[in-house]
């Protein structure tokens, strides 16, 4: 539900400034007017959605911080669950690469020529 008023307030947000945008731009005033009227219009729209901004984070910091709270147990858990399966994985990794290599290291031929002294 927050997301759709979200949605509409940006939606409403923009839809002013284009409307607004496209009002000045039509409206007969010779350019210099216009971009003046332009400038005062894009500070106030500034303003309004710097203003829209803080509401929404102080609305949604409590939402995102009782989540993160009722989250942190459970990552702890699964962290706790998962690491020791990944160091085995890892061991279980590093012994297959030594075989491997001593493996390749018996196999190679030997190409050493004879000592002759």
Same mark, same amino acid.
């Given at each position: 539900?927050?997301?759709?008023?979200?949605?509409?307030?940006?939606?409403?947000?923009?839809?002013?400034?284009?409307?607004?945008?496209?009002?000045?731009?039509?409206?007969?005033?010779?350019?210099?007017?216009?971009?003046?009227?332009?400038?005062?219009?894009?500070?106030?729209?500034?303003?309004?959605?710097?203003?829209?901004?803080?509401? =929404?984070?102080?609305? &949604?910091? $409590?939402? @995102? *911080?009782?989540?993160?709270? %009722?989250?942190?147990?459970?990552?702890?858990? =699964?962290?706790?669950? &998962?690491? $020791?399966? @990944? *160091?085995?994985?890892?061991? %279980?990794?590093?012994?297959?690469?030594?075989?491997?290599?001593?493996?390749?290291?018996?196999?190679?031929?030997?190409?050493?020529?004879?000592?002759?002294?």
């Amino acid at each position: 539900m927050a997301n759709d008023n979200g949605g509409f307030t940006t939606g409403l947000l923009v839809g002013g400034i284009l409307g607004t945008i496209i009002g000045i731009m039509i409206a007969p005033k010779s350019g210099s007017q216009t971009r003046s009227q332009l400038l005062d219009r894009s500070e106030s729209f500034r303003d309004r959605a710097e203003s829209i901004s803080s509401a =929404v984070v102080e609305s &949604v910091s $409590p939402t @995102v *911080d009782h989540i993160s709270e %009722k989250l942190a147990p459970t990552v702890d858990k =699964v962290i706790g669950t &998962v690491t $020791p399966i @990944v *160091d085995q994985v890892n061991a %279980k990794i590093s012994e297959s690469r030594s075989r491997i290599n001593s493996d390749n290291k018996e196999a190679a031929p030997t190409n050493q020529a004879p000592d002759t002294q």
